[in-house]
């Protein structure tokens, strides 16, 4: 969207006033922060206003940002922090020490950025987002049954059983695998392997290749396994700073869990295909009952492959800048301690 340099600054003041005290803003308030005159101040919130930035909540109030104001202060935050300059303020978030498995360490990292932020926390793993299948092996047992063994990028195993009509040769089964293990191992990372590969598996019988897949999909499923959440609490203790409609927002959030592996899946698919931190606004996300809450996620990666994602999620009035900045961190210490330890 173009706008002046002057009304840049005026929605970008109005933003940051905004965020700070939840009261809408004025010319008079703005006018100690701009160097213009009132009457210049409030030509240019009528003009942003026009041009659906701004908004009022009655004819005398001072404005307030609209879904596309914050999503123009956002666009700016992250802007200036790919030319060089930092959004966020203070020391770069730390994962914690002294943990003994990836499961203390990504509970050890919600913590710490629900501490920091005062936002709710949501960092995902493997399991919880559905875990990446590297190879697929099986194991004969009883005529017609074989045990299908996944093992997937983080190094775990399961495993199910499947039955299959006896005039399904074992040599045909043998060929379904090895061409899916070819498959899996010539996918780019990140991709998910299993939404193409009907197709690369069509010259075998449909009814093992069906049973097989199936069988994978079901052991790659997400599960809440390995998604650790914080912050709860420290949302309730803002009662006095955050308006009611975006608590009840934030506080669904985290008590339907469904929702949670969906947004935290969609936000790893958008990190990486950005490579980077992302922000959804309100609808943004893609759940019109969280209109008024906003998310900040990146994705962390366990070499050189993505393993999960960090996520913040809060008030559409939260502080982006400190919100950026923690979960930027947090994704490359996590993406460290991992590539170091396991």
Same mark, same amino acid.
């Given at each position: 969207?173009?706008?002046?340099?002057?009304?840049?600054?005026?929605?970008?003041?109005?933003?940051?006033?905004?965020?700070?005290?939840?009261?809408?803003? $004025?010319?008079?308030?703005?006018?100690?922060?701009?160097?213009?005159?009132?009457?210049?101040?409030?030509?240019?919130?009528?003009?942003?206003?026009?041009?659906?930035?701004?908004?009022?909540?009655?004819?005398?109030?001072?404005?307030?940002?609209?879904?596309? &104001?914050? %999503?123009?202060?956002?666009?700016?935050?992250?802007?200036?922090?790919?030319? $060089?300059?930092?959004? $966020?303020?203070?020391?770069?978030?730390?994962?914690?020490?002294?943990?003994?498995?990836?499961?203390?360490?990504?509970?050890?990292?919600?913590? &710490?950025?629900?501490?920091?932020?005062?936002?709710?926390?949501?960092?995902?793993?493997?399991?919880?987002?559905?875990?990446?299948?590297?190879?697929?092996?099986?194991?004969?047992?009883?005529?017609?049954?074989?045990?299908?063994?996944?093992?997937?990028?983080?190094?775990?195993?399961?495993?199910?059983?499947?039955?299959?009509?006896?005039?399904? !040769?074992?040599?045909?089964?043998?060929?379904? =695998?090895?061409?899916?293990?070819?498959?899996?191992?010539?996918?780019?990372?990140?991709?998910?392997?299993?939404?193409?590969?009907?197709?690369?598996?069509?010259?075998?019988?449909?009814?093992?290749?069906?049973?097989?897949?199936?069988?994978?999909?079901?052991?790659?499923?997400?599960?809440?396994? &390995?998604?650790?959440?914080?912050?709860?609490?420290?949302?309730?203790?803002?009662?006095?700073?955050?308006?009611?409609?975006?608590?009840?927002?934030?506080?669904?959030?985290?008590?339907? %869990?469904?929702?949670? =592996?969906?947004?935290?899946?969609?936000?790893?698919?958008?990190?990486?295909?950005?490579?980077?931190?992302?922000?959804?606004?309100?609808?943004?996300? &893609?759940?019109?009952?969280?209109?008024?809450?906003?998310?900040?996620?990146?994705?962390?990666?366990?070499? !050189?492959?993505?393993?999960?994602?960090?996520?913040?999620?809060?008030?559409? %009035?939260?502080?982006?800048?400190?919100?950026?900045?923690?979960?930027?961190?947090?994704?490359?210490?996590?993406?460290?301690?991992?590539?170091?330890?396991?």
């Amino acid at each position: 969207m173009m706008i002046s340099a002057r009304q840049h600054e005026i929605l970008v003041k109005t933003l940051e006033m905004y965020i700070q005290t939840g009261v809408p803003v $004025g010319s008079a308030a703005l006018a100690d922060a701009v160097s213009v005159s009132s009457s210049t101040i409030r030509s240019e919130l009528a003009t942003l206003e026009a041009e659906g930035l701004l908004t009022h909540p009655h004819t005398s109030a001072g404005r307030v940002p609209t879904d596309a &104001g914050y %999503r123009y202060y956002v666009n700016t935050l992250m802007a200036e922090d790919h030319s $060089g300059a930092s959004p $966020g303020e203070g020391m770069p978030f730390r994962a914690p020490e002294g943990y003994g498995n990836v499961d203390e360490l990504l509970q050890g990292v919600s913590e &710490g950025m629900s501490e920091v932020t005062r936002l709710l926390a949501v960092v995902a793993g493997p399991s919880a987002l559905g875990d990446s299948v590297a190879r697929v092996d099986r194991l004969p047992l009883r005529e017609g049954a074989h045990l299908i063994v996944v093992s997937t990028e983080s190094g775990l195993s399961t495993s199910t059983t499947i039955t299959l009509p006896s005039y399904v !040769e074992e040599e045909e089964l043998r060929e379904i =695998l090895a061409s899916l293990n070819t498959y899996l191992g010539d996918r780019p990372a990140g991709a998910n392997p299993l939404a193409t590969v009907r197709s690369f598996l069509a010259d075998y019988n449909p009814l093992a290749v069906g049973a097989v897949l199936e069988a994978v999909e079901i052991l790659g499923r997400a599960t809440e396994r &390995g998604l650790f959440i914080r912050g709860a609490s420290a949302l309730l203790a803002r009662l006095d700073d955050l308006d009611p409609a975006s608590l009840s927002a934030v506080v669904e959030v985290f008590e339907r %869990r469904r929702w949670l =592996l969906k947004l935290v899946g969609d936000a790893l698919e958008r990190s990486v295909s950005s490579s980077g931190v992302v922000v959804s606004i309100g609808v943004e996300s &893609g759940f019109y009952n969280l209109v008024n809450t906003s998310l900040v996620a990146a994705a962390y990666n366990h070499r !050189e492959r993505p393993y999960g994602v960090v996520t913040l999620i809060g008030p559409k %009035r939260m502080e982006y800048d400190a919100a950026i900045s923690t979960v930027r961190s947090a994704a490359e210490a996590l993406t460290q301690h991992l590539d170091s330890r396991f």
